[in-house]
């Protein structure tokens, strides 16, 4: 449908599926280094930065590079038919600070889950961020009794927890 306007030049911030911008040959621009400026301003314990899936560690990455951090990917095994476990691939998380990073927080039942095992396997604080802060369907809540220690993300869709703008990386373009 976006292919239909004559448009000049096509943008997006932390698109969920980069082949999009291949369609419509448009450029996707990271938040990623903001949020990792922003996490550096933070007092943190041997931050690990991890992402919720495998297919999300290039955020982790970009993040942690910047911050001269570890990083990680939440590995999901099949227990049964019905439980699945979660917990990190690689790096022992205990009596550290784990930064949980991604594109978008919808109903942040993912993050939750995420920070339900974090929180058990020993981790000091847990922190969500995304660029896109969709927040619905009580998102808000769920990650508060997950125990989630902190919120953030960028301005892209206004909330209270727009900690980061995301002007800078737009105002670069021209």
């Known amino acids: 449908m976006i292919g239909q306007f004559e448009i000049e030049c096509k943008y997006t911030v932390d698109i969920h599926n980069i082949n999009v911008t291949k369609a419509m040959k448009g450029e996707n621009l990271s938040a990623m280094p903001l949020i990792a400026d922003y996490l550096t301003n933070l007092k943190l314990n041997e931050p690990v930065i991890i992402s919720p899936d ?7 990455k970009i993040v942690a590079n910047y911050m001269d951090a570890e990083f990680d990917y939440l590995e999901k095994t099949r227990v049964t038919g019905e439980i699945v476990e979660m917990k990190p691939k690689e790096i022992n998380t205990k009596n550290r600070d784990v930064v949980i990073v991604d594109d978008i927080i919808s109903t942040g039942g993912t993050m939750a889950k995420a920070c ?11 922190l969500s961020g995304a660029t896109h802060l969709l927040m619905i369907s ?7 009794i997950a125990g989630i220690d902190r919120i953030f993300g960028t301005d892209s869709i206004p909330s209270k927890f727009s900690d980061i703008s995301i002007a800078n990386i737009i105002k670069e373009l021209y």
Do not use: F, M, Y
């Open 54 to 60: 495998k297919g999300s560690i290039e955020r982790a």
């Open 116 to 126: 339900e095992i974090l929180k058990r396997e020993g981790t000091l604080k847990v």
């Open 138 to 144: 009580n998102a808000e809540e769920k990650l508060k």
